[in-house]
Nanobody, 115 residues
Framework: QVQLVESGGGLVQPGGSLRLSCAASGSIVSAYHMGWYRQAPGKQREQVAA???????TYVDSVKGRFTISRDNAKNTVYLQMNSLKPEDTAVYYCNRAFGAWASWGQGTQVTVSS
């Protein structure tokens, strides 16, 4: 069973930065396209960034130019560098397979952007 553990969230002021990490079990990071998702209160979960097995990246328009997804296959870890954070980025962030998530989700990591 896939196990995903997200970390790195916290409270940050608008304009600040955070780096999220997602540690995965086994060798799934190297074998699959991976993505970061987020779910804000009262909203559906959305995929915000993805990285393919050949390191092609895609982003939702609202985070383009501010977020960067990366992967370290040797460490089975996916990262999300978030810069110029805005209050509307406040959400619980999760990682999972991109373009079609597995049924099993990690606990997520809370990101709160507030002054």
């Amino acid at each position: 069973q896939v196990q995903l553990v997200e970390s790195g969230g916290g409270l940050v002021q608008p304009g600040g930065s955070l780096r999220l990490s997602c540690a995965a079990s086994g060798s799934i990071v190297s074998a699959y396209h991976m993505g970061w998702y987020r779910q804000a209160p009262g909203k559906q979960r959305e995929q915000v960034a993805a990285i393919t097995s050949v390191y092609k990246t895609t982003y939702v328009d609202s985070v383009k130019g501010r977020f960067t997804i990366s992967r370290d296959n040797a460490k089975n870890t996916v990262y999300l560098q978030m810069n110029s954070l805005k209050p509307e980025d406040t959400a619980v962030y999760y990682c999972n397979r991109a373009f079609g998530a597995w049924a099993s989700w990690g606990q997520g990591t809370q990101v709160t952007v507030s002054s």
